[in-house]
């Protein structure tokens, strides 16, 4: 190989080069935030399902929400009838499947108006620290608030 | 090396065939889908809604405590151009309320008369046959509705609509709280919490409120109608031949928009 050094060192430099972002923040990983709870939705203890699978599957939920509310006409929720719950389940894969039935139990039973701008927004009014927080950790941004008017928010 | 002739032809003859393939397998696959549905959801039992405006005790003021009364209940703002206009209920002149009925010799009382207009909910809606998403589709109780998360923007449905109930958003209507002048036009923007704005590039109109129907509640207008002139405005079930509607039908004259289309509104004008 001619000017084998050269070769060798200028891969070297390269490597380096387009790999230094990965070590330059390597073990600096940004903790994924938790979402906080107002004092509201603490005191109300139960969301509409389990908090550990509205975590998982919320988005499911109201996009259920938006078909059945808006599409069928059913405008309000009833816990004791969880329909939207099965429909998830035969949706999504295998895998999590048994995840979420194992994460789902019946919460207290309750009427709620189907509405994320109403129904949602009115316990969890704080949308920075509860919904934007992990959207923007997850790199991910929902249109909902392109149309759904936000909360205003106390600084 | 290139192909050989016969390689050519075969290969030519085979995506002939598949290029024909193309409108062939969806006749034969899938027959009719490639046309615009033509299909008119049948008429289901149950409700039916229309609605009354009784033109002889309707005016101008009550007019505008309806426009108002919609407008901030749906919180559609006033863009300040007629080119942008987003109008959910409006009002018009004989003339161009029933261009169909136009006589130069109309009594003058209808001549200089105003209208008040929304969506006809028509029985066949010939938006719902364009719309590609079926973003806009018949619900069963006869409410030409609106999926706004559906909506692509085609504008097919207001190219379809005879009766330009349909407006499009241009730009983000949420630009009113921008822009010094239109923050003028439109204070208090927007006037209802417990009700989404739209997005740049979906086309909206009236719905006869399902919201509050949902809450056993009139539309907006309507309630805001008959607290200033009690009468003015009457919505009820069409099926149901005890109904306020029904009754006002049965005893009034009324006439309705450009029925010579056969689209069949459930918007009547008592006359």
Known sequence: MYDGWKIIVGLIVCLAFFTFPFFYDAGKAAKAPEPVLTPKAKEAKECVAPGAYMKRYHMQL????RNT????????????????????????????????????????RKVYYKSLQVTCMDCHSNKSKFCDQCHNYMGIAPYCWECHIEPEEKK | MGIDRREFLKVAGLSALFGLGGRAAMDILAPGELEASAEIPPLKKGKQWAMVVDALKMDEAVMDKCIEACHHEHNVPDLGTPKEEIKWIWK??????????????IAEEFEHKTFLLMCN????????????TKA?????????????????????????????????????????????????????????????????????????????????MLPACVEAANKVKKGSMIFGDLADPE?????????????????????????????
């Open chain 2, 121 to 132: 909910h028509c029985t066949h809606p010939p938006c719902v046959r364009v719309c590609p």
């Open chain 2, 136 to 216: 806009t589709w018949q619900r069963e109780d006869g409410i030409v509705m609106m999926d706004q998360h559906r909506c692509i923007g085609c504008r097919f449905c207001m190219a379809a609509c005879p009766f330009g109930a349909r407006s499009f958003n241009w730009g983000d209507p949420r630009r009113v709280l921008r822009v010094a002048e239109l923050k003028e036009l439109n204070r208090g923007f927007p006037w209802n919490h417990n009700y989404p704005t739209r997005s740049k590039g979906v086309v909206e109109k009236c719905t006869f409120c399902p919201e509050r129907l949902a809450k056993g």
């Open chain 1, 62 to 65: 109201l996009e259920d929400w």
């Open chain 2, 243 to 271: 109904s306020e509607v029904r009754e006002v039908l049965r005893k009034r004259y009324s006439i309705r928009r450009k029925p010579e289309l056969g689209t069949e509104p459930k918007l009547f004008f008592a006359i």
């Open chain 2, 92 to 105: 018009e002149d004989y003339e161009h309320t029933f261009p169909d009925q136009e006589n130069p010799y």
């Open chain 1, 69 to 108: 509310a808006v599409r069928g006409g059913e405008r309000y929720y009833d816990t004791g009838n969880p329909t939207w719950h099965l429909r998830v389940m035969d949706k999504i894969a295998d895998a999590t499947a048994s995840a979420g039935e194992r994460l789902y139990k019946s919460v207290e």
